[in-house]
Structures are given as structure tokens and as C-alpha cells.
């Protein structure tokens, strides 16, 4: 999933070490008891998607996915992906189907229903911090 992820996104997580390590020590204690779902979906010999669960009381919280991408843009690997993974859980009993955080195309054309995301950040007030909280204003004000 990390090249194919990195393939896709510049600043894919799986460029840090830490985040690669906390999640294979997250995949490994959990997913026997099936709090993670991973899948490998291929297509003949060719793997075209990896795709990352947190399921939880029967929710399917996705979290990541690595895709091969085609350069012919009627082949969608990630619509297929996610399609044979919703048939997976809807198979199981799951009441819901999560994509969580972030607009992107695939979660508009495969959802029937969205949420706003709400952000809170909780922090004590230093130097560095407060110095971090200008820098945003600002560029948000020349962004605007």
C-alpha cells in the first residue's frame, strides 16, 4: 500500500518511519480480533488496490488506500476497490460504510450521505505555538 500510496500523494505518511511502524504494530495486535481490515484486490496477477480499515461496532471506517492508477481514465481501480469492499461488509452484517475526513471525488460518486468535519485542536499557549497559529492567520488572509 505505501509505494502505491506514494506514488499518488507527495506527502503520504508512509515517507516517516514512525508512521510506518505504528501502523504495522496497529495491524498486527488488532487484527485478529477484527478492529482492522485490510485488503489486497487484484485483478489477474496485477494487485490494483490496497485498501485500510478500522471497524468498529460494525462501522467500516476507512482509512487509506494504495491504487494503480491506468493511464486510460475510464479504468477506476479505486471505484472498483471500494465498490468490492462495500459488497464485503454489507456480506457481513456492517451497518456502515465511513469514508471519514476529506472531499474527494470517489467519496461523492460512492456516498449517500455527507457529515462536516470539525477540527479541535487543544493546546497550551507558547511562544512557539502562538507563533505557528500566526503564521496560518496570515497566510489564510493572503489566500483570501
Excluded at 472498483?80 to 452484517?93: E, K, P, R, S, T
Excluded at 455527507?114 to 512557539?128: H, P, V
Aim: aromatic content about 16%.
Amino acid at each position: 500500500a505505501g509505494l502505491l500510496h506514494q506514488e499518488r500523494w507527495g506527502d503520504s505518511g508512509f515517507k516517516n518511519d514512525n508512521f510506518v511502524k505504528f501502523h504495522q504494530t496497529l495491524i498486527r495486535q488488532n487484527h485478529r480480533d477484527g478492529q482492522i481490515t485490510f485488503f489486497k484486490i487484484s485483478f489477474g496477477n496485477q494487485t490494483i488496490a490496497y485498501l485500510y480499515f478500522f471497524s468498529i461496532n460494525k462501522i467500516a471506517y476507512f482509512y487509506l488506500q494504495g491504487i494503480l492508477y491506468f493511464e486510460n481514465g475510464k479504468l477506476k481501480s479505486g471505484l472498483v476497490a471500494h465498490a468490492l469492499a462495500m459488497q464485503y461488509f454489507i456480506d457481513n452484517g456492517y451497518k456502515k460504510y465511513d469514508f471519514m475526513g476529506g472531499h474527494s471525488q470517489y467519496k461523492v460518486q460512492l456516498s449517500n450521505q455527507t457529515r462536516q468535519l470539525e477540527t479541535l485542536i487543544i493546546r497550551n499557549r507558547r511562544f512557539l505555538l502562538a507563533l505557528e497559529d500566526d503564521a496560518r492567520k496570515i497566510k489564510q488572509w493572503i489566500k483570501n
